[in-house]
Each structure stands twice: as structure tokens, then as C-alpha cells.
């Protein structure tokens, strides 16, 4: 699937402002979660812009997969059983603040 949105600078400057916000140790999806809350609009953007097929599983993809861009703020911690925006159970990607 092409990258139908762009994950520029200032898009980056918004998720770093949602990393320093979070605690010290943070999962992908309290990530996720928080941008939502915080950018809700930026947030319906992103998902529009995989309206086709499976918007929240593209969108919260790339969301997850990009906090590896952030290794200056956070590091990769493992992976941990979590609660998915709508409340499902699955394993996601564990953060720590460096």
C-alpha cells in the first residue's frame, strides 16, 4: 500500500510534543491514544487518507512503526500485552524515555 500521508517535519514536531506528554515508560498504543486525544483532527487526516481499506489498522500502523524515528527521545523496550484503541487485547511495542 502506497503512504497516502505525509509524515513531514512539522507532522514529527506534533508527535514529539505527544511523546514528551506521556510517562517514562509508554506503549505503542498509549501513544496512539494520546495523539488522538491531542490532534483530533490531524488525527481524522491520517485515517481519511486510508478511508479505502482498513483505515485504524494503516493509520495506528504507521503511528507505531514511525515512533522508531524518535531514537533521539525514546528507545524500543519489548513488547507488552495491551488494550487497542477500541479495547481489543493484542501485543504492541513498549517505550521508554531516554
Known amino acids: 500500500m502506497a503512504l497516502k500521508f505525509e509524515f513531514d517535519a512539522w507532522f514529527d514536531e506534533r ?3 505527544v511523546i514528551k506528554q506521556l510517562p517514562a ?10 495523539f488522538a486525544q491531542k ?3 490531524l488525527y481524522i487526516d491520517l485515517l481519511y487518507s486510508y478511508r479505502e481499506k482498513d483505515p485504524f489498522e494503516i493509520a495506528h500502523g504507521r503511528l507505531a ?6 531514537s533521539d527521545l525514546i528507545t ?3 513488547e507488552v500485552l495491551s488494550s487497542d484503541i477500541f479495547g481489543r487485547s493484542n501485543k ?4 521508554r524515555k531516554k
Open 65 to 70: 512503526k514511525h515512533l522508531n524515528d524518535f
Open 39 to 41: 490532534y483530533q483532527a
Open 76 to 78: 524500543y523496550d519489548g
Open 92 to 95: 504492541c511495542s513498549s517505550w
Open 15 to 17: 508527535l514529539t510534543e
Open 25 to 34: 515508560k509508554f506503549s505503542s498504543h498509549e501513544f496512539i491514544l494520546a
